[in-house]
């Protein structure tokens, strides 16, 4: 048996429903669930290095407040609501730039609380699942958010982003060779990268993703809504490939599709995932080989 969890990054109060709308019914409606990494409380100007406004700010205005929580899209939150094929996962609290590239653990700390206080303002029931803007995490943020969280979603894993006391552990996992590990009771998943991207070959996206899949036990499949929008246009090709994997995913009785919370609550038939997440314990000796290496 084969498992994919599909996370969609970057929903918040500016987000139209229309888009989730557009390219998740066909997901919905096969019963597969959709992970929604969500900012609970968006900045409304935060910019890449290139100094241009991010995707996910499509809507914002010049008389737009600097900070939005997701209470002020109610047709948002309805319609989320609405549709528990959605699952909430807290994606930081504002989504500035790199937000928990360097903090603290007090500091993250902070943000996650006043994150999971207004996505619990807005009706949901309690994230297990935390993802940070640009999958970038600073020692201090990751022992937080360990401490808040059962599952991390995140792209690679960097000896110097991680704790020092999980550094044994995280030699187990490269000596293990698995993608995705466990710290105390919190799951580490890696994901591949955005293989569902505008900034990929469109001729070549379908097949990369159905060759990931079936060399994995576990995918994580990373996209983010607004890239099908950019620049007020809809990019019918690119929701066509979206589509064309909902339509895959339907074909094989072999591949389920998964909420994050699946993980954690065992339903997921072979043992599989699990051995692959738990198959070496802390301590193993033979981590102190790798406490040097880098990687995912």
């Known amino acids: ?45 935060t910019k890449v290095p290139g100094g241009t406004l991010e995707g996910f700010l499509m809507r914002a205005r010049s008389e737009t407040p600097s900070d939005l929580p997701l209470t002020a899209n109610p047709q948002l939150v309805s319609y989320l609501r609405e549709n528990p094929g959605y699952r909430i996962v807290q ?4 989504h500035d730039y790199l937000e928990f590239d360097t903090l603290s653990y007090r500091a993250a700390e902070q943000r996650i609380v006043q994150g999971a206080q207004l996505l619990a303002a807005a009706g949901f029931p309690p994230a297990r699942t935390f993802v940070a803007p640009y999958d970038k995490f600073s020692p201090g943020s990751f022992r937080a958010v360990a401490e808040h969280f059962q599952i991390i979603s995140t792209g690679w894993f960097e000896l110097r982003r991680l704790p020092i006391e999980w550094w044994p552990r995280y030699a187990v996992k490269k000596i293990a060779g698995t993608s995705h590990w466990r710290v105390g009771g919190t799951f580490l998943l890696s994901h591949p990268g955005c293989l569902l991207s505008c900034q990929r070959d469109y001729d070549a996206m379908l097949a990369t993703v159905i060759r990931q899949l079936e060399h994995n036990t576990l995918t994580v499949l990373v996209t983010h809504w607004w890239e099908y929008f950019r620049g007020n246009t809809i990019d019918e090709r690119f929701i066509a490939i979206l589509h064309a994997v909902a339509g895959y995913l339907a074909s094989q009785p072999d591949l389920k599709v998964l909420a994050f919370d699946e993980v954690l609550d065992g339903n997921l038939g072979p043992e599989s995932i699990r051995r692959d997440l738990l198959a070496t314990r802390p301590g193993d000796k033979a981590a102190t080989a790798m406490v040097h290496a880098g990687g995912r």
């Open 1 to 45: 048996m084969r498992y994919v969890i599909i996370r969609d990054d970057d929903t918040n109060a500016l987000t139209p429903v229309e888009c989730l709308e557009r390219l998740y019914r066909p997901f919905l409606d096969r019963g597969f669930p959709v992970n929604l990494a969500t900012i609970p409380l968006v900045s409304t100007t």
């Open 91 to 94: 994606h930081g609290l504002r």
